[in-house]
């Protein structure tokens, strides 16, 4: 077909990030069908799938010309198609050669661009990836092979047939990066071309010519043994720019049927039939009227019209078959069809970053129409106000993913990290369609993988050592999620060791970090392991024991506006709870006063208000104090104290009520300003070690107001060690409760 020209270059170059991103979908894909096929290794559809994925990685290699990517998947492939044959079943080695191999595909696809990255070392590594594939392909056949049925003509592997193709390119194809040569080169690489012609129908008179647009097409005769699916994905990356068909050598019923399947929907069996010629009207309604006529009797069922057509029309049982198949999809395909579009994250950033501008003037309007008094101007702010807030919702739905998409990651992590610590575990994964925003799983990917890897080498024993404690051999892992209150919350549980109190508090006395002799509470001791080079470990591994990264993990959940609290049971296991906001952008705000300041505080988290008890009610020196509430003791936060706030003594005093990890508690303000949605502002430098606040806010009026943080503020309420006597007792003993 020629040698490649600058123009097929500059098409590599223009498509070629597109290509790397489907790939890259494609090889998560095969990782996670290998880890679930691993589980369910009977399954057929997993094993499709998985073929599938390996062959469209392969075919689009193939078009933009990555042979080492083409040569190295295609002996994947080849050893899938015997597991698909029954020859060769999957094995852990099988299961781990194929996951070896696949970080292989990695690679290649990520160093496209770049053959200096291909060292000696990745080749022989590569080399010796071919020989086992091609030692497990080449495997003793199974006996039922010599006995199974013969298969389709267009199935039978190695079967050189001459296919009929026929491409029309649409006018934006050069404009998407695609060029129909390099297809039609790719297509003779397959085998033989017999024929070839160019379709220049579309071609307009030269006056009118556009040079960027494409008016070519081609249709070719191609002998060769490739499959359907391997001519059809040399389509792949054009599929929205062009109109392919590929035909093969058909019986006449063959003929009818695929005409069937082409035909546009049709409701009724006998009128598809007739469209394309299987059986005349005059007897189709001949045999409908033998089918009415025909009684019902309770023990003799009527004879349907697909019977009929066979018996008495003498139409082919496979033209019944086609025909009956595309009436149940047409009934398949009844329901809306999910549709998705590809749209930069820049985007839909600047798209909620003016979002939030407007939830602030949308506000100040509001204030603006309210203080003018003009009932009319107020009525129509109420109703702009409540359409932003169905945009709000909407825009920020478009940013919310399933976490179990990044939980599913953590399967081949297990995997590898357990073998290669010799132990035996039971990943479990629930609650991964819980949703969060796509910002904050990226971000919070890390920090889960180091506690992953964390629980695997420190809190999971190895089999031995399990069974001497009276436990199964096999650890369990679970990762799970669920909303609580406005936050999701993501767990990590292990049935291991635990964490060792006394080893944990004795490293923190020689390390100063707490003094020696005291012995502070349970969770202070446990959130130790959180500081800057706190190990306990005994020696150093690959995974662990320098006491680097846990204190990373904690400031990154911080970053968040998040919180993580661990739960130890010594020799029964490990629960490592994270708290996190589900958006980072915009949320449903109470807004509160104290004085002139204003603080928000999260509407999910808000359970009730209340009347503060006398004014006079002594607070400790953080501003602590308790009320009673339907006969239970309330720890309750008085803000103007706790911040030092200039405020007159007025006479109203409330008590928000709010949810917390750890209980209910209070926090009494002066004012209730009512609900508003709250556009999230980063702190300033200055402020970002301030605790019990996660953000800023601007009002409609122009004021700022902080967001304050419930978990922390509860967290700064009960765990103030300049706090003494009775009242802070008191709340202690509230919460504790």
Known sequence: MGHNTDADHDFIAAAMPAFISEAAEQIEAIETLLLELEEQPDSRELLDSLFRCAHTVKGSAGIFGLHRVVEFTHHVETLLDKMREGVVALSPEISTLLLQCNDQIKFLVDTASDEYADTPQEKD?????????????????????????????????????????????????FRNGMDPLSIARYLGGMGRVVAV???????????????????LGFSMELETTAQREDIEGAFSFVLEDCEFRVVAPETPGQKLARAIEDMPETPRLGE?????????????????????QTPGMPWVEKPKIGDLLAAQAGVPPEVVAAALGKQQKIRDNAPTEDR??????????????????????????????REARNTGLIEANLH????????RNGTLGLRMVPVGETFSRFRRVVRDTASSLGKEVNFEIEGGDAELDKSMVEKIADPLMHLVRNALDHGLETPQERLAAGKAPAGRLVLSARHETGAI???IEDDGRGINRERVLQRAWNRGLVEPGTVPSDNDIHMLIFEPGFSTAEQVTNLSGRGVGMDVVRRNIEALRGSIRLVSHPGRGLQVDIRLPLTLAIIDGFLVGVGKSKFVLPLESVVEVIKAGERDVQADASGRHCLELRGAVLPVVRLRTLYSLESAHTERVSVVV??????????????????????????????K????????????????????DVNSLGELVTADPGATGPHAKAVGAAFSS
């Open 125 to 173: 590594s590569r080399a010796d990836l071919v020989v086992q594939l091609q030692a497990l392909a080449q495997g003793p056949r199974v006996a039922a092979d010599v006995n199974s049925a013969p298969a389709a003509p267009e199935a039978t592997a190695g079967a050189l047939r001459i296919w009929s193709i026929s491409a029309h390119f649409g006018p934006e194809t």
């Open 197 to 215: 012609r160019c379709g220049t129908q579309a071609l307009p008179p030269l006056a009118t010519l556009d040079p960027e647009s494409c008016y």
């Open 272 to 292: 598809l039939l007739v469209s394309v010629g299987a059986v005349s009207q005059d007897t189709l309604e001949q045999l409908l009227s033998t089918q009415r």
């Open 340 to 369: 998705y579009i590809r749209v930069q994250a820049d985007r839909l950033d600047a798209v909620i970053n003016l979002l939030g501008e407007l939830v602030i003037a949308g506000a100040g309007a509001t204030l603006r129409a």
């Open 384 to 391: 702009m106000n409540s359409l932003i807030e169905e945009i």
């Open 489 to 491: 919350l993501i767990r």
């Open 658 to 687: 709010v949810n917390a990890p750890r209980g209910q508690y209070g926090i009494e303000v002066e004012a209730l300003l009512g609900q508003q949605q709250t556009v999230i502002k980063p702190l300033g430098r200055l402020f």
């Open 689 to 708: 070690t301030l605790r019990g606040v996660s953000g800023s806010s601007i009002l409609g009026n122009g004021e700022v107001a902080l967001i304050l």
